[in-house]
């Protein structure tokens, strides 16, 4: 069966970094592209970031570009949210996703407060 576990999750002062890791099984990694997600309480979800199959390609919404890094390692079944430069705002609940938000993990917390 489809497993996704999300770690790294904590709280950072802003301006501050975390890494954020996500452990796939129960499906070929290597095959499909991952997302990264967020919902704060109260709030509609919000796409984060995406990776292509082989990691080659990767994509951002705006409120996080230049700041998150998203990328996969395909021998360890998973993928990572590296965050940078972190504000307030970015402070939610953060999922990893399969393509069309099929699967889901049960979410890390990231706190960004001084």
């Known amino acids: 069966q489809v497993q996704l576990v999300e770690s790294g999750g904590g709280l950072v002062q802003p301006g501050g970094s975390l890494r954020l890791s996500c452990a796939a099984s129960g499906f070929t990694f290597g095959t499909i592209w991952m997302h990264w997600v967020r919902q704060a309480p109260g709030k509609g979800l919000e796409w984060v970031s995406a990776?292509?199959?082989?990691?080659?390609?990767?994509y951002y919404a705006d409120s996080v570009k230049g700041r998150f890094f998203i990328s996969k390692d395909n021998a360890k079944n998973t993928v990572y949210l590296q965050m940078n430069s972190v504000k307030s705002e970015d402070t939610t609940v953060y999922y990893c996703?399969?393509?069309?938000?099929?699967?889901w993990g049960q979410g890390t917390q990231v706190t960004v407060s001084s």
């Open positions: 990776i292509a199959t082989g990691g080659g390609a990767t």
């Open positions: 996703v399969t393509p069309g938000y099929d699967f």
